[in-house]
């Protein structure tokens, strides 16, 4: 039986597990609504053209708000690491609704040109800097704030809130449908989501206000906080920097392929209708959801080492024939089916990736490991995924995509194969147990 104590301690824990995740989820919520209404605004900020040309001109303002991620990464993560896992997660938030706020209210292509996709552009710099530092922050913050033994779990909500974020970008887009016809979300719809997202960002604002700072920061010694979050300090660690390349590469390139791609695919590919590809999505969604914690869970169990080898190579071996087979179907119940093959082999590296990345390092700059060689990846292999998917299907080539995530993945099963069992060599539980400094 618990005590009174450990009680609060549950509270208190689950509390500020809480606040940090559904920041994240509003985060990933505005990153992801650009994805998820493309298909219906690609129009309004670029010259007229086929619908493949307009999304490979939008994919592409989306891979290059991921260039911004490293930039975010190297500058909330270092901010995290000398002022505190609280205020980087306040200023992220800040600087993602602002970024909403300027794509919901900005004119279309027709009435000022060229401007439209510039500021676009920007605004998608801005969030890519925001959701940058928003993912090494968090993953740090859930990670020291759960208690031991079941950080599997408590780390997991990322995930979750990052999918979530997704998904209630998939709801309000289901709801739009239903409520406006087609021509009005082409027209002034779609800037909705947007202004949702914003608004969301600031009651966000308030509630990170009001979090716990984690005791692994606050138990940090003046010494160390004063050589915190740098460069120089993060390069005494190579082998758990090339860790994290390497654990991320397969990983972003498949769940951005099964989450933001896919959606795509089933729509210009197969041919299924728009609002049936996002119920397909908004489901299989959900259905990922829930398996993250279930995964976090067995990681606390098992190790986290299994479930990443049980991606690399289910990933490796049926990308290929899943996308094969999902490329000829026309079912959209098929569809699903694959779909969700696809996001169960990838929960054995989303479940548990933030944990693994904050496992590696100290305190002292642990925001800035998990977050910056991770924006660095993601940059260069999970924002460009959605791009060379759309530009091999323009150029006629389209499986040779399928057989470009079955490479990436298989270099990451090789990194997953040569590792240590991260909860094994735990920076987090080995500073805990010598009351740090």
């Known amino acids: 039986m618990t005590t009174s104590t450990e009680r609060r301690e549950i509270r208190r824990i689950t509390s500020n597990i809480f606040k940090g995740s559904v920041g994240n989820l509003i985060e990933w919520y505005d990153w992801y609504v650009y994805s998820a209404f493309a298909v219906y605004f690609s129009a309004e900020f670029f010259p007229k053209g086929d619908m493949t040309t307009q999304l490979l ?47 919901a209210f900005t004119p279309g292509y027709s009435t000022i040109g060229v401007l439209a996709p510039l500021i676009l552009v920007l605004a998608r710099l801005l ?43 998939l709801g309000v887009q289901i709801i739009l449908q239903q409520i406006l016809s087609e021509a009005d979300m082409k027209s002034w719809g ?50 758990a920097v090339l860790t994290v390349v390497g654990l991320t590469l397969g990983g972003t390139v498949a769940f951005y392929t099964y989450t933001t791609y896919l959606q795509k695919f089933m729509v210009n590919t197969e041919g299924l209708p728009k609002e049936v590809v996002s119920w397909i ?119 040779l995509f399928y057989y470009y995530v079955a490479a990436c993945i298989a270099v990451s099963l090789i990194v997953y194969w040569r590792m240590e069992e991260s909860s094994k060599i735990s920076r987090i539980e080995s500073e805990q147990d010598t009351k740090l400094r």
């Open 57 to 103: 001109n939008t994919a592409a303002v989306f891979a290059v708000g991921f260039l911004m991620r490293p930039i975010g990464s190297l500058l909330l993560g270092s901010y995290a690491d000398r002022h505190g896992r609280r205020a980087a997660l306040t200023l992220s938030i800040t600087v993602m609704a602002a970024g909403s706020l300027v794509i």
């Open 127 to 169: 969030q890519g800097l925001s959701l940058g530092g928003e993912y090494g922050t968090s993953a740090t913050y859930l990670s020291e704030m759960a208690s031991s033994g079941r950080r599997g779990f408590y780390s997991s909500f990322q995930y979750v809130t990052l999918v979530a974020g997704q998904l209630v970008a």
């Open 190 to 239: 779609w800037r909705i989501p947007f202004v949702i997202g914003a608004l969301g960002a600031l009651a966000v604002l308030w509630l990170r206000r009001t979090m716990d700072e984690s005791e692994q920061f606050q138990k940090m010694g003046s010494k160390s906080r004063k050589n915190a979050g740098t460069i120089r300090a993060l390069m005494k660690h190579p082998k």
């Open 281 to 399: 999505n908004f489901v299989a969604l959900l259905v990922f959801v829930v398996l993250q914690p279930l995964a976090g869970l067995l990681s606390d169990r098992i190790g986290r080492r299994p479930l990443l080898i049980g991606f690399g190579l289910l990933g490796t071996l049926l990308t290929v024939p899943l996308f094969l087979i999902l490329e000829r179907t026309r079912s959209p119940f098929a569809a699903f089916l694959l779909m969700m093959a696809g996001l169960i082999i990838v929960t054995g590296y989303t479940s548990i990736n933030a944990i693994v990345k904050a496992e590696l390092f100290p305190t002292e700059i642990r925001a800035l490991g998990v977050g910056f060689p991770y924006g660095v990846t993601v940059a260069v292999f999970g924002g460009t995924a959605e791009y060379i998917a759309l530009w091999c299907k323009s150029s006629g080539i389209e499986p």
